[in-house]
């Protein structure tokens, strides 16, 4: 089972949505986490998810998606579980949130919130990861390879 959750080609397609996503979304987390970027940080997030109706359960784990989700996906381990994360927190954010201002961003300021168009591109990138892995460069690919490459491929060029 293990084996199937890291299974993932030497696709450096992959590698670019992975990396980007991961990048946007580990930004999103430190803000929620840490504060960075102009974020509230991990208390003040946690009390604005509480003020929404969100188990504290859940709002910590919307939290842990997009900051260890994110992290996940910039070194490429557990692809898969990070992508559902993200998409799952997505999901949500379209279904609770956004629905109601429509697809798109709020970009003039005339809308009452953001509409969903990112968060239906951040849905189709993790559901290609899902499908498809981490791709190249990744600790998933590391992993999932035979044994005997990935000794090669640490002693010098793989035949």
């Not at 859940?58 to 994360?85: D, K, P, S, Y």
């Not at 999901?91 to 798109?104: K, P, R, W």
């Not at 981490?134 to 002693?155: C, E, N, T, V, W």
Request: net charge positive.
């Amino acid at each position: 089972m293990f084996s199937r959750i890291l299974r993932t080609p030497n696709d450096g397609t992959l590698t670019i949505l992975r990396l980007v996503l991961g990048v946007i979304f580990l930004a999103h987390g430190a803000q929620k986490v840490l504060g960075w970027y102009g974020g509230n940080g991990f208390s003040a997030t946690m009390g604005m998810f509480e003020k929404m109706g969100i188990p504290a359960l859940f709002a910590f784990l919307a939290i842990a998606a997009e900051f260890l989700g994110g992290l996940g996906l910039i070194v490429g381990f557990l692809g898969r579980i990070a992508a559902f994360g993200i998409m799952c927190n997505m999901v949500v954010a379209i279904l609770t949130v956004h629905h109601s201002n429509g697809l798109f961003m709020n970009w003039t300021g005339t809308q009452s919130g953001e509409g969903f168009e990112f968060h239906l591109l951040a849905v189709a990138i993790c559901l290609t990861l899902l499908i498809r892995g981490s791709g190249a460069m990744s600790i998933d690919h590391l992993l999932s390879r035979p044994q005997s490459a990935r000794i090669k491929g640490f002693a010098g060029r793989a035949a």
